[in-house]
């Protein structure tokens, strides 16, 4: 129930800041004022369906979980890989034995982060 009253009082409020923004170009205010309209009409079918809300809420929050969980446990594993070079030095394609330094792997740009740390273990720039 309350689902739905947010996505109406969030349609109103994009459906009016649509037209009431000078700063926007035309596309912009027609894609909020589609958004605006959408978040109005799915609001009004949550509040009138309130088992189908419920129901569709439960499955989103379902496969959120399974892919923050498979998202975590890749994360953990380019983790796992980076602190196995920590542990001992290593000794890379030509390059030097670097003694490994503190380096912090967030969620977000994982693969690139994971290189960027294999890269600084093994002492290559980018260049």
Partial sequence: MLFGIQLIVMGIFRFAGAFASEDLTGGTRALL????????????YAVRHVLITLHALALLLGILWIVSGLADRNLRLGVRHCLAHR????????GPNV??????VSAAGTRGRLAACRNRLCGRRHG
């Fill in 33 to 44: 004022a589609v958004l605006g309209v959408l978040s109005l009409i799915i609001g009004l």
């Fill in 87 to 94: 542990l001992r030095r290593c000794r890379c394609q030509g």
């Fill in 99 to 104: 003694q490994a330094t503190e380096y912090s």
